[in-house]
């Protein structure tokens, strides 16, 4: 079985600049999670899709990120404009449903200049 | 306070030796107990999932969970060097629709030395 996969896995830009992640998760696997890993820290939730609708995304910044995952398959994450803060490994994960347990990918390590 | 506490360490030991790795959690309506491992430059990997108080043991890991004082343990018997990674603690609580929401420990890192 494939694993969820991310890309790309580093990216470097300058504060005030865009930048998009991509997440494909386990074939048939019905809910997708991003989250934000700080070094140091464990990681905290973004935002949860159950198919192609938004579940949770209390903590998710709307003034500067959004995300989406049309069709129910594949997402992307987006921040705009970076912020210096916003330095970290962004995690996708997938489950079969809500209430399985989740499988991560190697995420994509973002650098703010 | 945080919802889930752990002690960052670094934790060092000698191979073979027993570790003892702890969180603590605030929250009484957290339901589902899992332990993460992290291998560097790489993404959690699930150990342990564990639901009700007591013992759960796979292998050379055995999870521990007491609800009543809000503690869970993972032990690690024969510790080999491969085990050297970050071990996050998390719990599971309900978020609506059906679907469960993971809070993290900031993890702790061991280093098993050869």
């Known amino acids: 079985e494939a694993g969820v996969a991310q890309s790309p896995r580093y990216k470097i830009i300058e504060k005030r600049q865009s930048v998009a992640f991509w997440c494909n998760p386990i074939?048939?696997?019905?809910?997708l999670y991003w989250y934000q890993q700080i070094l140091g820290q464990g990681p905290k939730l973004l935002i949860q899709?159950?198919?192609?609708?938004?579940?949770?995304d209390s903590q998710l910044p709307k003034d500067r990120f959004s995300a989406e995952r049309l069709k129910g398959v594949d997402s992307t994450l987006k921040i705009q404009p970076a912020k210096l803060e916003d330095s970290a490994v962004y995690l996708c994960?997938?489950?079969?449903?809500?209430?399985?347990?989740?499988?991560f990918g190697d995420g994509t390590r973002l650098s703010i200049l | 306070q945080k919802e889930v506490e752990q002690d960052p360490g670094p934790l060092s030991v000698p191979e073979g030796a027993i570790v003892s790795l702890n969180c603590t959690y605030s929250?009484?309506?957290?339901?589902?107990f899992m332990w993460y491992r992290q291998y560097s430059r790489k993404g959690p990997e699930l150990l342990m999932y564990?639901?009700?108080?007591g013992n759960k043991e796979d292998g050379r890991f055995t999870a521990q969970v007491d609800k009543s004082s809000k503690y869970i343990s993972l032990f690690i018997r024969d510790s080999q060097p491969s085990d050297s990674a970050t071990y996050l603690c998390?719990?599971?609580?309900?978020?609506?629709?059906?679907?469960?929401?993971?809070?993290f420990g900031k993890g702790t890192k061991l280093s098993v030395i050869p």
């Open positions: 994960a997938s489950s079969f449903a809500g209430d399985q347990p989740q499988h």
């Open positions: 074939s048939g696997h019905a809910t």
């Open positions: 899709f159950q198919n192609n609708g938004v579940v949770d």
């Open positions: 929250n009484s309506a957290f339901q589902y």
């Open positions: 564990t639901y009700s108080s």
């Open positions: 998390a719990t599971d609580s309900y978020s609506g629709a059906g679907s469960y929401q993971l809070t």
